[in-house]
């Protein structure tokens, strides 16, 4: 069946319709065009030649306003030309003045080489004569002075930014003297820690620009979010023109929200998302219809991958996740875009725009934690004018169940809002050590600016800084910014050994931050469906050593974390409940694993996982159970439904914030050293925290009244993994107090006797 036949066939499915809440079918669009700017006659006709007569609508906008001087903003759906937007304004820049200079960041080494072959394009296409150089960590150094001396577009990623160019800018002088354009592509992406930190680079890459004498334009690209120019601008700093209505044409996209069927309805158990999501892609690959998986964790892609190719061993089907090296991913995308790859399993590393080709169907397996995402992710298909299909497949989380019970919430809700936090403490002055190194600072640099001048004043009580003359320099032997990584709290990677044959070899890696619950010992580490055992994780050396192994299972591991207060910033005490954010100490440990079968999904065993706990100074919200509010429950009650609502509010909580659940640990405490009184803090799980915490003492109440939502219209009868967590976890009256205390919360006292 080609695609068309197999959607008027799943349409028809009785057992397939019970468990779609919902399917939106978006008609055709035709295009809208616009006017092309003024720009040299060698590159409109190879605008020509490349059969665009006219640009679209949004490309139109966007040229007009980079070429008269403005920093734009374009955020329009996956696959609408948004490169195009900015790579015609440069090379009419570039045309008119051959000693300008333009720099374009991209937040992966991938989408920056892919990136590379379009600019490439263009330039072969209006006749050469402009030298486009990619410069990362892979580049070779015979060819980086090169680079440096004429490379008149020069494309990189912000880590190589910060650590390879900014910090050696005195090699970067006909760059800097003469920088014209900065693009700044896939801006949603920057957004949390890694946002926070890339705002922190942008501000030291204007600095030195001033120093040189230039002021470069920014134009930025973006998937649809709630606020690009807001984000943008927080970024950079500057104002920014937004440009969002897309006059792209669309082919007919089929969008359907998939719940798989509930296996136990007292614990309001469903059956496996993954297990769903194997049997709906079994029907599409068997159809030779090309899809894409996406999933949420490295297990799980291994996981499913193994599923797929037990099932379908004919077809040609490959994992594509962090963690594999450099050529074997170029390998894979080369396959997909030829058509020799059929399916491909992935994580979020193929969510940006890495040139893939034109796939004919999506499957999500959960939500992957922002509607933005999700949209990006389903915008993998379809992307030439046939039709396309992206399903959905909700997991039990309730954030999941959440949304695919209120499918009005995730078709016509707007996308949510990138955050950052670039004045974060921890963050900021670890990018003014990189900064100081690079230029000096000046007393006029801390006019108006209180905060700097006391950072400085403090650097250089460390004897970091040597203050002489209203000026301040940086005085030791080390280089900050290999110290700093702009992803994750961690400074590195965790590289993974098999040693299974004679000679060692690295098969992959993991943040620093993620190793102790992927790569503890006993753990199952799944590379290309292959299974391997961690013998030994060594932390200090970053190395993990793995050797083959043939089992019947994966693990997969918890962890505990605790919390002390050190500052409240701002406090709210109320009747009921009282509210706060502030600073605090976060200690968390990894405590044990689970062996879980492969099929079946059934608990094999459990084991302890013996690593030191690490302690984090952040920021967290937190909410304090009033005795008014307990005095009608029993101790045993209270701890019951405490913990019921930590499960559930880690759960919402990324609904109203652009974050994934692993941006946030959850802690209660039954009797707060603190507060004396029952307790739930909501902590950023990254040093100094990037807004999370704040943004939720503003958003108490609606998250509340979600929670609320959630747990009554869950389909379990005592609590279970879709609301508040498994009845034996948190006790047998953790829902029925937890829905009391959000009732009384809220005032919505519906569901009181």
């Known amino acids: 069946m080609n695609l068309d036949q197999l959607i008027d066939t799943l349409r028809t499915d009785k057992e397939f319709g019970e468990r779609v809440t919902g399917w939106v079918e978006v008609a055709p669009r035709a295009p809208a065009y616009g006017d092309l700017p003024a720009v040299d006659e060698r590159l409109a006709s190879a605008m020509k030649r490349r059969g665009i007569l006219q640009p679209y609508s949004h490309q139109a906008q966007a040229m007009e306003g980079l070429l008269r001087g403005e920093n734009v903003v374009v955020a329009t759906p996956t696959a609408s030309g948004k490169s195009l937007c900015y790579i015609i304004p440069v090379l009419e820049e570039i045309l008119r003045k051959p000693e300008a200079r333009a720099l374009f960041l991209y937040p992966t080494k991938a989408l920056a080489q892919d990136q590379r072959t379009e600019i490439g394009e263009w330039i072969e296409a209006i006749g050469g004569g402009i030298a486009s150089f990619t410069y990362d960590g892979d580049t070779p150094a015979s060819s980086r002075r090169s680079i440096r001396r004429a490379g008149q577009i020069v494309i990189t990623n912000p880590d190589m930014l910060h650590t390879g160019i900014l910090p050696h800018h005195t090699k970067w002088v006909h760059l800097f003297e003469n920088l014209e354009y900065v693009i700044i592509d896939e801006l949603h992406t920057y957004r949390g820690v890694f946002g926070s930190h890339v705002a922190n680079v942008l501000r030291r890459l204007q600095r030195i620009a001033r120093f040189y004498g230039s002021s470069p334009r920014f134009a930025a690209s973006s998937a649809t979010i709630a606020n690009p120019r807001e984000l943008a601008e927080s970024l950079v700093g500057e104002p920014f023109r937004l440009v969002d209505e897309s006059g792209a044409p669309r082919s007919r996209k089929h969008t359907v929200l998939y719940n798989p069927p509930v296996v136990n309805r007292e614990l309001g158990i469903r059956r496996s998302s993954v297990l769903e999501a194997r049997d709906i892609l079994r029907q599409l690959l068997g159809n030779g219809i090309q899809t894409i998986a996406f999933v949420r964790s490295r297990i799980q892609s291994e996981v499913l991958l193994s599923y797929l190719r037990e099932s379908l061993p004919r077809v040609n089907i490959r994992g594509y996740r962090g963690g594999y090296l450099p050529a074997q991913r170029r390998e894979i995308e080369r ?107 000046t007393a006029e640099e801390t006019e108006g600016d209180s905060d700097l001048r006391e950072i400085l004043e403090y650097l250089s009580e460390t004897r970091i800084l040597h203050p002489s003359d209203d000026r301040w320099h940086w005085m030791t032997e080390g280089f900050p910014a290999q110290d700093i990584s702009l992803r994750s709290a961690s400074t590195g990677n965790v590289v993974i050994v098999d040693r299974t044959e004679p000679e060692p070899r690295v098969i992959g890696e993991v943040d620093e931050f993620s190793a102790p619950m992927l790569l503890h010992e006993e753990a199952i580490y799944i590379h290309e469906a292959v299974q391997y055992q961690v013998e030994e994780l060594d932390l200090e050396e970053r190395k993990a050593f793995v050797r083959r192994i043939d089992v019947n299972y994966y693990t997969d591991a918890t962890f505990a974390a605790d919390t002390a207060v050190l500052d409240v910033l701002r406090r709210d005490d109320r009747e009921l409940a009282s509210r706060f954010f502030g600073e605090i100490r976060l200690t968390a440990q990894p405590t044990t694993f689970k062996k879980i079968r492969f099929g079946t999904h059934e608990n094999l065993g459990w084991g302890r996982i013996h690593l030191p706990p690490r302690e984090m100074h952040t920021t967290a919200y937190w909410m304090t159970l009033e005795p008014t509010l307990t005095a009608r429950f029993s101790p045993g009650e209270v701890e019951s439904g405490l913990m019921g609502l930590r499960n559930l509010m880690l759960e919402v909580a990324p609904l109203f914030l652009s974050c994934d659940r692993r941006d946030l640990y959850a802690v209660a405490q039954i009797r707060s050293p603190f507060t004396g009184h029952p307790t739930l803090y909501l902590c950023d799980a990254y040093p100094g925290g990037v807004g999370l915490g704040e943004a939720l003492f503003g958003l108490e109440a609606e998250l509340q009244r979600t929670c609320l939502q959630v747990v009554r219209e869950c389909v379990c009868t005592d609590g279970c993994p879709s609301c508040i967590g498994a009845p034996a976890e948190v006790g047998a009256s953790a829902r029925r107090i937890a829905t009391r205390i959000l009732a009384r919360l809220t005032g919505d006292l519906r569901c009181l006797d």
């Open 335 to 441: 396959g997909l875009r030829t058509g020799e790859i059929r399916g491909v399993v992935a994580t979020n590393a193929l969510e940006l725009g890495v040139d893939i080709g034109s796939l004919d169907a999506a499957v999500l397996v959960g939500y992957p934690g922002t509607i933005a995402s999700a949209l990006q992710q389903m915008g993998r298909a379809g992307r030439g004018d046939a039709p396309s299909l992206a399903v959905m497949v909700a997991s039990s989380s309730p954030l999941d169940q959440h949304l695919v019970t209120h499918p009005d919430y995730f078709f016509d809700r707007s996308p949510e809002r990138g955050l950052v936090q670039p004045d974060n403490l921890h963050i900021r002055v670890s990018h003014l050590k990189c900064a100081a190194f690079e230029l000096p600072f």
